[in-house]
């Protein structure tokens, strides 16, 4: 009896405290090199494939075009994708202008 | 009867034991203003940033506060140019939006210390690489008012001086530097090229927040992964935007990349 309340009480233990072993893995977004401008809606993924352009602060002749790809029906998509232009947009100004402060 | 009750307990209360610690609050939050170089052969590189340590009863987060003003400052600038296209084409500019120079957030937990640190677009965590031992010295002063004393300590190839007071018996400090008898006021390696200074404290209840999801590693596989972006920063600029970097600017991404060269660890 002792043995089967043990055991009951580690698997209720153990099944409680197994609740955040999900994984939460980080979108990826695809980044391609082109010249489209308007979004573009890809009718089987449901997806908006933005395209923009990084300023090179430096140098106005690097400028360059990224595109970044989210679920259109998705806001926490879009503020991923969004988020995700601001960090390329700073990479590449570390990449070609140094940190952007000095 | 009394076994059954006894059982009942470690049912219902083990599990909420582990909750409370999942959510861990502030009991006090340190700010610390830090001052370091990027470049440790430019002195014009010289940063100062403002970083929080929380402390709760379980978990302590030390991170830069311009880390999360600088990730919300630069959505509302990229909302912005979103919807007010130049000429019909959207343009990222983040020169005016100020960014984080100071990346490392060190959580303590369970005895452990966990370092989340970046390179480039890859977030990593891993345990703290140096085992510090603490050198007690005679030394003494006073920093805001509470009565410190010294104490040094190699960590990996620097030699750091902290300074720490009995008037406040919690055992952290900013960074990893922390199990002395008292919280760290000040703290500094031999060539001063990090210099952290307690600005003040407060006893307030905040949630130790949510750190980045990281690529969980070891601190020789994030030292060999930073060391190649050092060794081939072209390379680096490949895999980060999925194509060469121009050729007429080679030259100055490899400078540039290379003068980002001021690590703690």
Redesign the interface.
């Given at each position: 009896m002792k043995k089967l309340l043990f055991v009951a009480a580690l698997g209720v233990v153990g099944l409680v405290c197994a609740k955040n072993t999900e994984e939460t893995k980080p979108t990826k977004y695809s980044v391609k090199n082109t010249e489209k401008i308007k979004p573009t809606k890809e009718e089987t993924k449901q997806q908006y494939c933005q395209t923009y352009t990084m300023v090179c602060w430096c140098d106005n002749s690097k400028d360059v075009n990224d595109t970044v790809c989210y679920e259109y029906d998705s806001p926490s998509d879009r503020r991923r994708a969004f988020a995700c232009m601001g960090e390329n947009s700073s990479l590449y100004n570390e990449y070609q202008c140094g940190s952007s402060s000095y | 009867m009394r076994?059954?009750y006894k059982?009942f307990l470690?049912?219902f209360f083990?599990?909420l034991h582990?909750?409370s610690q999942?959510i861990d609050s502030s009991k006090i939050e340190c700010k610390y203003l830090i001052t370091f170089l990027?470049d440790t052969a430019n002195t014009?590189?010289l940063k100062k940033e403002n970083a929080s340590l929380l402390i709760g009863t379980h978990t302590s987060l030390f991170k830069s506060d311009q880390k999360q003003i600088a990730?919300s400052l630069?959505?509302i600038?990229?909302?912005k140019?979103?919807s007010n296209p130049v000429n019909?084409?959207?343009?990222?500019?983040?020169?005016s939006?100020?960014?984080a120079?100071f990346k490392p957030e060190v959580l303590y937990s369970g005895g452990k210390i966990t370092i989340y640190d970046e390179i480039?677009?890859e977030h990593y965590n891993f345990e703290a690489p140096n085992k510090i031992i603490w050198k007690f010295e005679n030394e003494t002063k006073i920093i805001q008012g509470y009565n410190c004393r010294k104490a040094i300590s190699k960590y990996g190839n620097k030699l750091i001086t902290v300074w720490y007071t009995e008037q406040i018996p919690i055992q952290d400090g900013p960074y990893t530097f922390k199990g002395l008898p008292g919280l760290v006021l000040e703290a500094y390696d031999s060539k001063d090229y990090f210099h952290f200074s307690l600005m003040g404290l407060k006893k307030i209840k905040k949630p130790i927040g949510k750190l980045p999801?990281g690529i969980d590693t070891t601190y020789e596989k994030f030292y060999k992964k930073r060391k190649e972006k050092m060794d081939d920063?072209l390379g680096s600029?490949f895999n980060?935007?999925?194509?060469p970097?121009?050729k007429n600017?080679e030259e100055?991404?490899i400078?540039?990349?290379r003068?980002?060269n001021n690590f703690l660890d």
């Open positions: - | 076994l059954f059982y470690l049912i083990l599990p582990f909750l999942e990027i014009n590189t990730d630069t959505l600038s990229v909302e140019s979103v019909g084409r959207i343009e990222i500019n983040t020169s939006v100020p960014t120079k480039s677009k999801f920063p600029f980060t935007f999925g194509r970097a121009p600017s100055r991404i400078k540039n990349i003068s980002i």
